[in-house]
């Protein structure tokens, strides 16, 4: 729902593709994926034979920390030159 939610806020939207947005795009793909993700995992039949195992270990950090990690990035990239009064360079 929340993935709905922010694609329908960038709908039709002059959208400039600068760092931070493309930092939160990088953000939306990894959430999605690890949404997929979660569907295996809620499914009992699948869930019984992959728990206990790297899957659902590799799950939780990619989508939590993957998330989180893009997030921060895209976060301190547009609000740096508020902190700091000095501009990123975008190369």
Same mark, same amino acid.
């Given at each position: 729902?929340?993935?709905?939610?922010?694609? *329908?806020?960038?709908?039709?939207?002059?959208?400039?593709?600068?760092?931070?947005?493309?930092?939160?795009?990088?953000?939306?793909?990894?959430?999605?994926?690890? *949404?997929?993700?979660?569907?295996i995992?809620?499914?009992?039949?699948?869930?019984?034979?992959?728990?206990?195992?790297?899957f659902?270990?590799?799950?939780?950090?990619?989508?939590?920390?993957?998330?989180?990690?893009?997030?921060?990035?895209?976060?301190?990239?547009?609000?740096?030159?508020?902190?700091?009064?000095?501009?990123?360079?975008?190369?």
């Amino acid at each position: 729902v929340k993935f709905f939610n922010w694609i *329908g806020t960038m709908w039709k939207g002059s959208l400039s593709f600068e760092t931070p947005m493309l930092w939160t795009v990088g953000f939306l793909v990894t959430f999605v994926f690890g *949404g997929l993700t979660g569907v295996i995992l809620a499914s009992p039949p699948l869930d019984f034979h992959i728990s206990d195992s790297y899957f659902v270990v590799a799950h939780f950090h990619y989508t939590i920390f993957g998330t989180v990690v893009y997030a921060m990035f895209a976060g301190f990239h547009f609000w740096w030159p508020k902190f700091t009064g000095k501009m990123l360079d975008e190369r």
